[in-house]
């Protein structure tokens, strides 16, 4: 089937733009994550979703940071206000069991 | 506060050596650990987790609780094993994953 989604898959802004991120994630999942991927690091975890709420915000950085799931099934985050530190990998990931956790293949962000 | 180090970056073998990426973490509770593998241009994806015990891709992983340690160990690599490798921990409730910084593994024919 069809696995995790994510659109853009890349997306170019200017300093002190909105943008929005998209993740789908697997049909039936209850749970969804969002990480961020920096240059040589590994994926640093930001907020969870369990249905529509978020169970866990505590990785988002500041709160220009902003992620929403108002069907408990595609998820946004959106970051407010860019700045260049925030040029990353944006990675979701879904999962039904609390085991297993399926990656999308990621938006890439970068800010001029 | 938990932390998965992987001290090396990189790691360059031939095919048919062993190959073993080191992972050690730190945690006050009992963790999960697992093994995430990303190939060039596909997305990360799970390769195991300790308690499956079990052995994928001739890849097995031992949970060491007196090291704190989860090393990933494979008697004669293969040149398709060539991948980042991110060592990950989840303990608590909400099942977020801690992850290492990767290790670059690279099997030379």
């Known amino acids: 089937g069809a696995g995790v989604s994510q659109t853009p898959s890349n997306k170019v802004t200017e300093k002190g733009k909105y943008v929005e991120l998209r993740c789908d994630p697997i049909?039936?999942?209850?749970?969804l994550y969002w990480y961020r991927q920096s240059l040589g690091q590994g994926p640093e975890f930001l907020i969870y979703?369990?249905?529509?709420?978020?169970?866990?915000d505590s990785g988002l950085p500041n709160d220009r940071f902003f992620a929403v799931r108002p069907e408990g099934s595609v998820s946004t985050l959106k970051i407010q206000r860019t700045e260049r530190g925030d040029s990353a990998v944006y990675l979701c990931?879904?999962?039904?069991?609390?085991?297993?956790?399926?990656f999308g293949p990621g938006t890439r962000l970068t800010v001029l | 506060a938990q932390r998965v180090t992987q001290p090396e970056k990189l790691l360059s073998v031939f095919k048919g050596a062993p190959v073993e990426l080191k992972c050690n973490y730190s945690?006050?509770?009992?963790?999960?650990l697992f093994w995430y593998v990303q190939y060039s241009r596909q997305r990360l994806q799970l390769l195991l987790r300790?308690?499956s015990r079990e052995s994928i891709k001739g890849f097995t992983a031992d949970l060491n609780k007196g090291e704190t340690s989860f090393h990933l160990k494979k008697p004669f690599a293969q040149e398709e094993d060539s991948a980042m490798y991110y060592c990950?921990?989840?303990?608590?409730?909400?099942?977020?994953?801690?992850f290492g910084k990767g290790t670059l593994l690279t099997v030379n024919p």
């Open positions: 049909s039936g999942h209850t749970a």
């Open positions: 945690y006050s509770g009992s963790p999960e």
């Open positions: 979703f369990q249905g529509t709420g978020a169970a866990d």
């Open positions: 990931a879904s999962s039904a069991s609390y085991n297993e956790q399926f």
């Open positions: 990950a921990l989840h303990g608590g409730s909400n099942y977020k994953l801690t």
């Open positions: 300790h308690i």
